[in-house]
């Protein structure tokens, strides 16, 4: 018997011991895996295609135009699923495609520019973060992305987010937005340039084996049928891949650690070499900039007042809504992975 009992307790001692430590390494271990997030472009226009893609499984992002039929009902279901929210802010592009009254444009005076943005911001209801819709002009010039964001610096402080959606080789967005201090990244892969199934299979590849590579990757999306469909399928997969699907704010943080602010003179710095041309970098074709408009949608209803806890149901899934609230929600704290699984230098950056 007191064998027996020295036994028992030694196996007790022995599971406690072993719960303690699997408490204890698996946020370790499960941070140490190679994370993704995904941003959900062009939201706001359509309402059925904004629902289906409000049920996507996961920590999504969503970038929504501020002049979408039905951004604002969508942008508050978003904020109430607890998803995060971004202003996808149309920006003048070298293709010249129409962008809309709310529209950045290069040749703006900085006042009307800067109305501009203060408008688009107050057009996306709890955006915590901005991407650019189309571009490819503006985020290569110093003088209006500086602009940008000092507002965004003025307006919402640095824990806004800001994502360079990358429409451009020779962009200066994402430097610029670190020396600013402001919480930036910067687009991988474009899921669905290519809206051809085996296409989206490559590019989901792609993404996946980048954020192995670096430890992380994110990607764009966009809510097209056959998109939605095809994420609907794969995302579930991610974690039989060994892949972490993280919520933007984690990502970058995990890529960056916290960035430093600026000093002052730096903007004077800008407006002297504005005008100068960015170099190139590397021989790459300049990639097609993300310019499908949102189609025109049917009239609906706006979205009514939503009780908290209530449901809403979309596509044969129950919502569940959290509160709103004035403030995003305070992330977890995260550790900054080694200085090799940082963000490449931009030439480095695989485009399409």
Not at 279 to 308: F, H, K, M, Q, V
């Amino acid at each position: 018997m007191p064998t027996q009992r020295r036994l028992s307790g030694f196996l007790t001692a022995a599971l406690v011991f072993l719960c303690l430590f699997d408490s204890a390494v698996a946020p370790s271990q499960a941070q140490d895996r190679p994370s993704v997030a995904l941003i959900i472009d062009d939201m706001g226009g359509a309402w059925q295609a904004g629902l289906e893609a409000l049920a996507l499984p996961g920590a999504l992002a969503y970038a929504f135009l501020p002049e979408g039929a039905h951004t604002r009902a969508l942008a508050t279901l978003a904020q109430r699923l607890g998803k995060e929210v971004l202003l996808h802010a149309p920006m003048e592009s070298r293709q010249g495609e129409a962008l809309g009254p709310m529209g950045l444009m290069a040749t703006m005076p900085r006042p009307r520019f800067e109305a501009t943005l203060r408008q688009q911001l107050a057009a996306v209801p709890g955006a915590v973060g901005l991407n650019n819709h189309m571009g490819s002009l503006l985020t290569e010039q110093s003088r209006p992305m500086s602009w940008l964001l000092e507002t965004l610096l003025h307006e919402r402080a640095k824990d806004f987010m800001f994502v360079d959606s990358a429409t451009t080789t020779r962009s200066v967005a994402l430097p610029l937005a670190r020396q600013y201090g402001l919480k930036a990244t910067r687009r991988d892969v474009f899921l669905d340039h290519d809206v051809d199934p085996d296409a989206m299979d490559r590019q989901w590849h792609r993404w996946l084996n980048l954020a192995r590579r670096r430890g992380s990757a994110l990607a764009i999306a966009h809510p097209r049928a056959s998109s939605l469909q095809f994420l609907q399928r794969r995302l579930p997969q991610l974690a039989e891949e060994a892949l972490r699907l993280v919520p933007l704010r984690e990502l970058i943080a995990l890529q960056t650690g916290q960035p430093q602010p600026i000093s002052v003179p730096f903007t004077a710095a800008l407006e002297q070499r504005a005008d100068a041309t960015p170099p190139a970098i590397e021989n790459r074709p300049e990639p097609t900039p993300d310019d499908d408009a949102p189609p025109p949608a049917p009239e609906t209803p706006s979205l009514p007042p939503i009780p908290s806890g209530d449901a809403v149901e979309t596509g044969g899934q129950s919502l569940m809504l959290a509160p709103l609230s004035d403030k995003p929600a305070t992330p977890a704290p995260v550790k900054p992975r080694s200085q090799s699984n940082e963000s490449p230098a931009i030439s480095e950056f695989e485009l399409f």
